[in-house]
């Protein structure tokens, strides 16, 4: 397990309703802020396998096909020679400011969600807001030396589509669009936020869906595998380094799944469960760990947050 017998007291056994939430939820202070204007509005990120006090970022729908490298404080990993000569964290004389590696190969419809195996990072191009997209996406990028390259480049793009999905957008409820990708157990799996039919307000709910194919030139149907309803607008998900605890980021908590016993529904397993203040962590859109006790949350106005597994206290169900 992750968290030490002290904080698992147990598992209480009530239902939990949204509705009955406390008004006052986790308050972490900020850790550290993204001020590069570049890193306009993070819809996702991942951490390095390969590089040490790197995490790699992207922006929301809108932007260019680029990505991005930070440390824990915040800052520009810039490529070496570069910083000396052309580009630095901030436009100055004689220098532009840093805006990014690009990814060849690739266009940002609108990118949500990362992660990572041995092999590839992985960018989610699944953000359905008015569920009337055909061209959803996932690629595989290659992680490339933050301080040696300039650009990264796509190896593959595997066309995703959801089987129950029979209208674009027509009048069917809008649970298609995805901002939480993450790897386990050798698949990629997506994470559903839904809206109502008109697409103006959230709804409870999430399904979990398995990419069990990779094609790139075919579409590739996700196999839906499991759901939660009590969950609202999730916006992030990430499994533990030992591969035990699934933690999954919506807007009004974080959510500690542990791994099933059998196969993988993970949304069906026991879980901890963690409110979370909206008016401290605003919009928060990823999820990432930092080891095997700390989390590192972001949200979309830059800030970012670490929060110590050991010392949370929680509700249960």
């Known amino acids: ?43 996702g990120m ?19 096909a680029r990505i991005f490298a930070i440390n824990r404080q915040g800052e520009n990993i810039i490529p070496t020679f570069s910083r000396f000569s052309f580009y630095g964290e ?7 400011q840093w805006q990014g590696f690009r990814v060849l190969y690739a266009e940002n419809i609108d990118w949500e969600s990362m992660t990572s195996d041995e092999n590839f990072i992985y960018v989610a191009d699944t953000g359905n807001n008015f569920n009337n997209r055909r061209d959803l996406g996932i690629y595989a990028l290659s992680e490339i030396d933050p301080t ?20 674009y957008p027509g009048d069917s409820e809008r649970h298609y669009d995805s901002e939480a990708l993450f790897y386990a ?24 869906y398995r990419l069990d194919t990779a094609y790139t030139d075919q579409i590739n149907l996700l ?23 699934l933690a999954v980021i919506s807007y009004e908590a974080l959510w ?22 909206g008016d401290v962590l605003d919009q928060v859109e990823t999820v990432v760990w930092d ?19 050991l010392e949370l206290t929680s509700e249960y169900k």
Do not use: C
């Open 1 to 43: 397990m992750i968290l030490s017998a002290a904080v698992l007291i147990g598992w209480s056994m009530f239902a939990f309703n949204y509705s009955n939430s406390p008004n006052e939820g986790l308050k972490p202070p900020v850790a550290a802020r993204i001020h590069a204007a570049p890193i306009s509005e993070v819809s």
């Open 46 to 64: 991942v951490k390095s396998r390969s590089y040490p006090d790197t995490f790699w970022v992207i922006n929301d729908s809108g932007d260019e």
């Open 90 to 96: 901030n436009e100055e004389e004689g220098k532009k």
């Open 148 to 167: 040696a390259s300039t650009q990264s480049a796509a190896i593959k793009h595997m066309p995703v589509a959801y089987p129950e999905q029979t209208e």
């Open 185 to 208: 157990d050798g698949k990629l799996y997506l994470i559903t936020k839904h809206r109502n039919k008109r697409g103006f307000s959230m709804e409870h709910g999430a399904n979990l």
């Open 223 to 245: 196999t839906l595998i499991d759901s939660n309803s009590d969950m609202l607008a999730v916006t992030g998900a990430e499994l533990s380094p030992d591969g035990q605890t």
């Open 256 to 277: 500690l799944f542990e791994r099933p016993e059998t196969g993988d529904k993970w949304l069906s397993s026991s879980f901890q469960r963690f409110w979370l203040d």
């Open 291 to 309: 080891g095997d006790n700390i989390i590192m949350l972001s949200n979309e106005q830059r800030d970012l947050f670490r929060l110590d597994l």
